[in-house]
């Protein structure tokens, strides 16, 4: 199994590892929205033997803080991986080398909407426990706001923060 980036002729069998994976199209139309409107940042695929069994995707997402600056991070997700392949690292290894395909450039944040039991072990934490929130959110669901978590790759002055995913997420 290799990792690598997408190209156009992945895009078919990325589809269906987000449909049968999500169980619904909405993930694999977000994708096509963010490659079409260029905010692909980076696409990631699982490739066995030619077959396309993981995918992860990364878009812009910005952070406005409360003194008016914004920042530039990254939005985590889409991620699948196709059922009969789950638990075997694949999801893993495709974050893992999304993360350190962005290290050596100035992403201020990474953000994911996800289980925290999942992505505790690639150093997320829930946004609110540093008083950063989905725009999306209106508080109203403790669980969501467990489930919207970031990522810092450096150290950010303390401070409230609002994150936007691109407009494509139609959020
Ligand atoms: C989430 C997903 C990408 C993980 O990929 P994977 O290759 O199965 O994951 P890995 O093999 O790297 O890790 C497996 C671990 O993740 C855990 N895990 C998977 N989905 C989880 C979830 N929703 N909540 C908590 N833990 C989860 C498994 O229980 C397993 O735990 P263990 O390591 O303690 O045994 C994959 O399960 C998937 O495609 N799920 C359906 C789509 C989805 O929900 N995507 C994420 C939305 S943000």
Same mark, same amino acid.
């Given at each position: ?16 590892? &987000? ?20 905010? $692909?940042?980076?696409? &990631?695929?699982?490739?066995? !033997? ?15 803080l409360?003194?008016? $600056?914004? &920042? ?28 350190? !395909? ?52 450096r ?5 409230a923060?609002?994150? !936007?995913? !691109?407009?494509?997420?139609? &959020?």
């Amino acid at each position: 199994m290799q990792i690598r980036t997408a190209d156009r002729a992945d895009y078919f069998g990325i589809k269906a590892v &987000l449909d049968t994976a999500f169980d619904q199209p909405d993930e694999s139309r977000i994708v096509e929205r963010l490659r079409s409107d260029d905010a $692909d940042s980076l696409e &990631l695929v699982a490739d066995h !033997h030619g077959d396309i069994i993981g995918t992860v995707m990364f878009s812009p997402a910005s952070c406005e803080l409360a003194s008016g $600056d914004i &920042l530039r991070g990254l939005g985590l997700g889409p991620v699948a991986v196709t059922p009969a392949q789950q638990s075997k690292g694949i999801g893993a290894a495709l974050i893992e080398a999304g993360l350190e !395909h962005f290290a050596p450039y100035p992403v201020a944040f990474f953000c994911v909407l996800g289980a925290p039991d999942y992505y505790a072990r690639f150093g997320f934490t829930p946004a609110i426990e540093r008083g950063w929130r989905w725009a999306a959110d209106d508080g109203s669901i403790p669980e969501m706001q467990q489930a919207f978590q970031i990522r810092l790759p450096r150290p950010l002055p303390a401070g409230a923060g609002v994150i !936007h995913y !691109h407009p494509a997420f139609g &959020l």
